[in-house]
T-cell receptor, first 113, second 117 residues
Framework: AQTVTQSQPEMSVQEAETVTLSCTYDTSESDYYLFWYKQPPSRQMILVIRQEAYKQQNATENRFSVNFQKAAKSFSLKISDSQLGDAAMYFCALGGGADGLTFGKGTHLIIQP | GAGVSQSPSNKVTEKGKDVELRCDPISGHTALYWYRQRLGQGLEFLIYFQGNSAPDKSGLPSDRFSAERTGESVSTLTIQRTQQEDSAVYLC???????????????FGPGTRLTVT
């Protein structure tokens, strides 16, 4: 069975600062993908960034980047220059089988103006 | 183009009643997923449809839950004899091709909030 663990229920950061959200996972698959999704109060799940496990290079999307440590099964999300619009629940997710995605319990990100 | 749509947005029902939740995927997406999100929790996979293949029902929590999909279009999730523990947001997602997690992005609908009283 696959598991995803997000150990930070809530994080707070000052606007324009940098914040890192943690995620660890476990899977027996050799080929898998990792995702970070953002869920604002509207409930709409929005894909933030995606990482293929076979790629060593960390994915980057504008202000969002990941630190993928395959041996440690760690997949953290770094948000640079935090903006008020970044406030949301952030979910780490793992896809490696045919059972949809496995999600963590989420981290509530608060942006302090 | 239109995204994934779900209806109703909110549903309140009495314990013991049956409910039907609807999902309209993005046109051309062959894969469709249903997830359940309990309050303060992450998403829990329920069922997956890929084209005309038999659905993967491995995530359905009980035999009170069932889902259908007509071809590669609309899907309905039915919960029979609802219980209070069924209260949750039910999210639907679609993607171009299904199976493993990627590289095809899953596009999510806004969800249906089900409250069982």
């Amino acid at each position: 069975a696959q598991t995803v663990t997000q150990s930070q229920p809530e994080m707070s950061v000052q606007e324009a600062e940098t914040v890192t959200l943690s995620c660890t996972y476990d899977t027996s698959e050799s080929d898998y993908y990792l995702f970070w999704y953002k869920q604002p109060p509207s409930r709409q799940m929005i894909l933030v960034i995606r990482q293929e496990a076979y790629k060593q290079q960390n994915a980057t999307e504008n202000r969002f980047s990941v630190n993928f440590q395959k041996a440690a099964k760690s997949f953290s999300l770094k948000i640079s220059d935090s903006q008020l619009g970044d406030a949301a629940m952030y979910f780490c997710a793992l896809g490696g089988g045919a059972d949809g995605l496995t999600f963590g319990k989420g981290t509530h990100l608060i942006i302090q103006p | 183009g239109a995204g994934v749509s779900q209806s109703p947005s909110n549903k309140v029902t009495e314990k013991g009643k049956d409910v039907e939740l609807r999902c309209d995927p993005i046109s051309g997406h062959t894969a469709l997923y249903w997830y359940r999100q309990r309050l303060g929790q992450g998403l829990e996979f329920l069922i997956y449809f890929q084209g005309n293949s038999a659905p993967d029902k491995s995530g359905l929590p009980s035999d009170r839950f069932s889902a259908e999909r007509t071809g590669e279009s609309v899907s309905t999730l039915t919960i029979q004899r609802t219980q209070q523990e069924d209260s949750a947001v039910y999210l639907c997602a679609s993607s171009l091709v299904g199976g493993v997690g990627g590289p095809y992005e899953q596009y999510f609908g806004p969800g249906t909030r089900l409250t069982v009283t």
